[in-house]
C-alpha cells in the first residue's frame, strides 16, 4: 500500500511513531491487564490454572492485539491528528514531540481500560487464556473501544461517529 502523504505531515509522522511504539505499547497493555486482573482476581497470590498461564504465557500471544492497536491509533490521529506541525521550542523534534504524546494517550487509555472487569476478562481470554471464540471476542474489544470513543473504525469506510 503506497503511502500518499508528505514526509513532513503530522499524521505521516504519527503512522511512523505508532508502528515503531507497537510491540512495546501491546506488551505493556499486556503486563497491565495481568496485574490488574491478578489484583482483583486472585489477591492471595494462590496458585491454580489461570494463574499459572498467566505466569507463563507467550509474548506471540500480541499478535492477537494488532487489530485493536490499529484501532486505538486511528482513534488518536483522528481526533488529534491535524495537519499543520506545531512548532516545538523545547529544541525536541516532532517524531520525539509526537511519540512522547502517542505513549501517555495510550498509556493512559489502556490504565482506564483495565478498571473494567469486562475489558480485562475479554482481552485475557483473546491472548493468554485462549477462549475459543476469537472472532466474538475480538468483536467485543472492539464494542468497547465504539462505546468508550464514540467512534467505529472500519478497513473500508474509514472511521465513523456515533452520537450516542
Known amino acids: 500500500m503506497s503511502n500518499k502523504l508528505f ?11 505508532q508502528n515503531e511504539t507497537k ?3 501491546l506488551l505493556y497493555l499486556l503486563e497491565i491487564s495481568i496485574k490488574k486482573y491478578e489484583y482483583r482476581s486472585n489477591p492471595l497470590g494462590l496458585v491454580d490454572t489461570s ?23 486511528t482513534i488518536y490521529r483522528y481526533n488529534y491528528g491535524e495537519v499543520q506541525l506545531s512548532f516545538l521550542w ?5 517524531k520525539e514531540f509526537y511519540k512522547r504524546r502517542w505513549i501517555n494517550f495510550f498509556k493512559e487509555e489502556i490504565l482506564n481500560m483495565t478498571e473494567k ?13 485462549r477462549d475459543n ?15 468508550k470513543f ?3 473504525v472500519f478497513k473500508k469506510k474509514g472511521v465513523v461517529l456515533h452520537s450516542q
Open 7 to 17: 514526509k513532513n505531515d503530522k499524521n505521516y509522522i504519527l503512522k511512523s511513531v
Open 23 to 25: 510491540e512495546e505499547l
Open 51 to 73: 494463574f499459572k498461564k498467566l505466569k507463563k504465557y507467550n509474548i506471540d500471544v500480541i499478535s492477537k492485539l494488532n487489530f485493536f492497536y490499529k484501532k486505538l491509533s
Open 90 to 94: 523545547d529544541g525536541s523534534s516532532h
Open 117 to 129: 472487569k469486562v475489558f480485562l476478562k475479554t482481552l485475557l481470554s483473546l491472548t493468554i487464556l
Open 133 to 147: 471464540d476469537l472472532n466474538q471476542l475480538q468483536y467485543n474489544l472492539s464494542a468497547f473501544i465504539r462505546k
Open 150 to 152: 464514540k467512534i467505529q
